[in-house]
Structure formats: structure tokens, C-alpha cells
């Protein structure tokens, strides 16, 4: 019986080898063509189009695609727009074979790329070749449905219809929903995948603010906070005004060298506590602040993330920032005392402090330094931090490795040394809704990126132009003020980016650098627009509300708004002379 199995066994093995032998000899007789074709999808602004779908059709007919997951029909372009194709052909179909890749994506027009045999590169049974491919936009339901879904929620956050993060929280998932829902059905209501949604959230934004919130989270157990708050008042000796004019130059200079979002993260408690003392609302002080600290970091390639944007695209440097942009920056801050001292008039008249001396006194027992020690410490990583910041292009490094990486050890000695409570800390003091608020931002901004909503504004700008510098300044700024107002301001810049380098380039007298100081100044000046327009407004508004004294966004529209207008006038200004 056992030799019966062996025998059965052997026989089985050796029809197994003869069957492989003679699968291997056809191989060898009718071997076949790998075909390798490679490139990058670009659309008309010249920046990669990532999630494009390729397909490989043979003689009008479609054809398999050779991947790691085996024998696919289709494959989708990289997060940088390239792609990779291989597939195998007969030698007897390969040599008169009509070969056609065709590239589709929704927002975008289809497109077509043909090739015969001739057109590749051979080697050995191998043949390879490279080809780009240019999709221009189609304004399809897609977009359409995401436009809508923008405006909609920038409504009820405006009308304070909704909370700002569960209005932004609707909206971001809507888009995901229909992309999921009527997008699988028709891919014309595909608006943003999952992976590009969660690539379009800024993560070095969020870990910044996460770092600097935990940051100050600590420092308010020393009292700090309180002893500036107290210092201040000294020095304004009770006059609100003069209180306000100290406030905004401090936050405006060190914006310029710090970046706006730290320095209202660091500086807004001191300003509550300082309202508070005076018994008045934190909200006559904070706003004019935040539109401060928004000129302050337009003046510097490390003030706001535009600029360094900017910087890095068009190779300018510290010096050529501070040389063009300073200066109309002081001309905006000094209009904007001006501008706050008007439009506060009445509360400036009304807020006065009776028995000066007295009150500083009792502030000065009430607001002392609790704990030098963790203080000490605390500016030391402080410091540390800052130089970081300052430093980050030569490291080559993201502005929130250091901010975590300080707010870890800072967070550690308080543990360690029993003055810090972790989950009172990270209840208490971490602004999670704002938090959330930009995570579901960068969604939605994402969204609108992704069906062409942007791209639409920027070859508007690059129409209208027409080889016009006057025209082509004022397009710049003014488009970029005003978008920037309503969206956030990186997508927005690296959309233009292209298209102010391709207008420098072909525009006499653009060569001096002009448009990218339109650019610059529209971008970063536009955040005082809306109270969602630069990230240091929501990052203040979030520490506001949480003290009890939340901002409205139409409060904040009626004082930002027609500063904003002003300001970018002054810059147009600036700019044409």
C-alpha cells in the first residue's frame, strides 16, 4: 500500500516538471513584450495632479496592468502626479499594436496619450519610455456641489448659526460623504478622497499650536502672566489708550521675528488678565492686537507661513523681505493706532481708572511671580525654542519639532516635580475645538482645491493681467487679500505661485521682484479680513471664549474688514510707486 502512494507520488511530481519544462519552452519560444511607460500628470499651472486614474487601452481595446497587487485594470497617480505603467504584449501584437494611455480625473478634462512601437526605447524584451501629460480643469458637479458646501458653511459660521468647529466638522464630512456616496456611483460627484483629505490637513500647523498651547499651559501656573498684565498698566499708568499702542507695537515686533500665531499664543492671556484688572472687555484689546500681530509677520520671511512660502519658491532672502515689506508694514501699524484710537473712541473716553497709584499697588501685591524656579526653566526653553524657530531653514526642519520637543520637556519637569497636573493640563489648557476647527478647515479648503475652485481664481488673475505690470500688481494683491479673508492663506499662495513666477518672467519691469510682494502683502494682510482669515485670529478667538469672553465673527468682520481694505489701499500704494 505504501509503495503504491510512493510510486503514485513520483509519477505526480515528475508530470508536474515535464508540465513546467513545457510551459517554460513555449515562454522561451513566444516570449513576451514588458512594456514600461512613466511620467507626471501636471495641470495648467504646472503642478502635479495627484489620484489621476491611468488606463491602457491596446487597439481601442482595454488592457491589464501589471502592479504588486497582481493584474490590475487601472493605477492612480502619486501625491507628486507621477506614474508607472507596465504591461506585457506578444511579440506579433507589439510591433503594429496602437497603444493609448488614458488619463482621467473628476474637475479635470480627460486626456490621451498614443504610442506605437517606435516611440519606445528597446532592451532586450523590454521597451520603455517617458511621457508627461497636461490636464486642464472641467468645472463638473463636483465642483459645484463643493462650492456650495464652502459657502454654506461659512455662513453658519459668520451668522454664529452653528459653533465654528461643529460647522466646520459638517462641512469637511459632507464633502467626504458625497465623494463616498454619489462619487462611487458617478465619478463626476467625486470631490476629495479620504488620503487627500487627510494630506491636505497642515500637521505642522497643528503640532505648533498643540506645543505652544502647552507651552503657555505651564507658564500660567508661575504667574507670569499676571505680572505682565501688571507691568503693562504700570507703564500706561491707566490710560487705555497708551495701553493699546504699548500692546500692538510689542506684538507686532515680535511677530516679525517669532511668527504672529506663537506671539498671540504667548500674549493673549496677558491681555485677559490685563482687561480683567481693568474691568473691561479683553475684546477692545485683543482685536486690534491680532490685526498687529498680522502685520508684524507680513514683514519677515519667517513672520507668516505665506512668506516662507514664498522665500523658499521665488529664492529670496531675510533681507529682501525686511527691505520691501518693512517699511509699508510700520506705514499699516501706525495707521492702524489711528484707525483702533477712532474707532474705540468712546470706550477710550469712557474707561478711567480713579487712584492710579493705588491700583498699581494692589496689583503689584496680587499679580507677583508664584513659582521663579519653573519660570526660570520655562524662558529657558523659551528660548531655545525661539532660536529654533529662527534657525529652521538651515536645519531644514519644521517649525513644530521644536515647539513639541520643548513643550515635551517643559511638560516633564512639571510632572516630575509635582507642579504640573497632566489631565487638569490637557483639559484645561489645550484648545482642542480650535484645534479641530483647523483640522476640519484644511478639509474643506482642501476640497475646493481639489474640484478647482482656486485654480478658477488664478487663471482669472492670469487673464485678466494680459502683460500689464499695473494691472497685474493690483490683480495680485487684491485677489490675494480677499481670498485669504475667506481661505486660508498656504493653499491659496501655492496656487499662485506658479503664476506670479510665469507673470514675473514674460512681464517687463516684473523682474524687480514686485508681484511677489503683491503676493506677500495680499496673502498675509488679508488674514485681518474675517476672524477666520490667518490662523493667529482663530487661535485668539479660542483662547478668548474659553476665558468667558467668546468673539463674534461679525464683531470681528465690522473692525477687521475696513482695516483690511485700508491697509491693502496703502499697500497698492506702496507697491505702484
Given at each position: ?141 463636483a465642483f459645484y456641489i463643493a462650492t456650495i458646501i464652502f459657502l454654506l458653511t461659512y455662513l453658519l459660521i459668520s ?419
Open positions: 500500500m505504501k509503495s503504491n502512494k510512493s510510486l503514485i507520488f513520483i509519477l505526480a511530481v515528475f508530470f508536474l516538471l515535464m508540465l513546467t519544462r513545457f510551459n517554460s519552452a513555449e515562454e522561451i519560444k513566444n516570449p513576451q513584450s514588458s512594456f514600461f511607460i512613466s511620467g507626471t500628470v501636471f495641470d495648467s499651472h504646472q503642478e502635479p495632479v495627484r489620484e489621476a486614474r491611468l488606463r491602457v487601452l491596446v487597439n481601442g481595446t482595454p488592457h491589464k496592468i501589471i502592479s504588486s497587487q497582481g493584474e490590475v485594470d487601472l493605477v492612480e497617480t502619486s501625491s507628486h502626479g507621477g506614474y508607472q505603467i507596465e504591461f506585457r504584449l506578444p511579440p506579433d501584437t507589439a510591433e503594429t499594436a496602437r497603444i493609448q494611455i488614458e488619463v482621467t480625473k473628476n474637475s479635470y478634462r480627460s486626456a490621451e496619450l498614443e504610442f506605437g512601437k517606435k516611440d519606445f526605447a528597446p532592451q532586450n524584451q523590454n521597451f520603455f519610455t517617458v511621457d508627461n501629460v497636461e490636464l486642464s480643469r472641467s468645472l463638473g458637479p451668522f454664529d448659526i452653528l459653533h465654528r468647529t461643529v460647522a466646520s466638522m459638517l462641512g469637511a464630512t459632507t464633502m467626504l460623504l458625497t465623494t463616498y456616496t454619489l462619487g462611487t456611483l458617478n465619478l463626476d460627484y467625486r470631490i476629495i478622497s479620504f488620503e487627500r483629505a487627510i494630506g491636505a490637513v497642515d500637521m505642522n500647523v497643528i503640532f505648533l499650536l498643540l506645543g505652544m498651547m502647552i507651552i503657555v499651559g505651564v507658564l500660567k501656573h508661575t504667574g507670569v502672566f499676571q505680572w505682565c498684565a501688571y507691568m503693562s498698566f504700570r507703564i500706561s499708568r491707566g490710560n487705555l489708550f497708551i495701553l493699546s499702542l504699548i500692546s500692538m507695537v510689542f506684538v507686532a515686533v515680535t511677530s516679525a521675528f517669532l511668527d504672529n500665531v506663537t506671539t498671540m499664543l504667548l500674549y493673549t492671556p496677558v491681555t485677559i488678565e490685563i482687561a480683567l484688572a481693568m474691568k473691561i472687555s479683553p475684546l477692545i484689546l485683543l482685536i486690534p492686537e491680532v490685526m498687529a500681530s498680522n502685520i508684524g509677520g507680513t514683514a519677515t520671511l519667517i513672520g507668516d507661513p505665506p512668506n516662507i512660502m514664498i522665500g523658499s519658491y521665488a529664492g529670496l532672502t531675510f533681507m529682501q523681505f525686511v527691505k520691501n515689506l518693512a517699511p509699508v508694514c510700520l506705514i499699516c501699524l501706525v495707521v492702524l493706532v489711528f484707525y483702533d484710537r477712532f474707532f474705540h473712541r468712546k470706550q477710550y473716553a469712557l474707561t478711567q481708572i480713579k487712584n492710579i497709584d493705588e491700583f498699581i499697588q494692589t496689583l503689584k501685591k496680587n499679580c507677583r511671580i508664584k513659582d521663579p524656579i519653573l519660570l526660570r526653566y520655562g524662558l529657558l526653553i523659551i528660548g531655545v525654542v525661539i532660536a529654533f524657530f529662527a534657525s529652521h531653514g538651515f536645519w531644514k526642519m519644521e517649525v513644530c519639532i521644536p515647539a513639541l520637543f520643548g513643550a515635551g520637556v517643559l511638560f516633564a519637569y512639571g510632572v516630575l516635580t509635582k507642579k504640573i497636573k497632566i489631565f487638569e493640563l490637557l483639559e484645561k489648557d489645550i484648545e482642542w475645538s480650535t484645534l479641530l476647527f483647523f483640522v476640519f478647515l484644511f478639509i474643506i479648503v482642501g476640497a475646493v482645491e481639489e474640484a478647482g475652485l482656486l485654480s478658477l481664481v488664478a487663471d482669472y488673475v492670469l487673464k485678466l493681467s494680459q502683460g500689464n505690470l499695473t494691472v497685474a500688481v493690483c490683480l495680485i494683491l487684491w485677489v490675494s487679500a480677499i481670498m485669504s479673508a475667506f481661505v486660508d492663506n498656504i493653499p491659496f499662495t501655492a496656487t499662485m505661485l506658479p503664476i506670479t513666477a510665469y507673470l514675473t518672467n514674460v512681464i517687463p519691469g516684473a523682474e524687480t521682484g514686485v508681484l511677489w510682494w503683491a503676493l506677500a502683502l495680499g496673502a498675509c494682510l488679508g488674514g485681518n479680513g474675517t476672524l477666520i482669515g490667518a490662523s493667529a485670529n482663530v487661535v485668539t478667538m479660542g483662547i478668548s471664549e474659553s476665558a468667558g469672553h467668546p468673539i463674534r465673527f461679525l464683531d470681528f468682520m465690522k473692525y477687521g474688514f475696513i482695516f483690511m481694505l485700508i491697509s491693502v489701499a496703502i499697500c497698492n500704494l506702496w507697491l505702484l510707486i
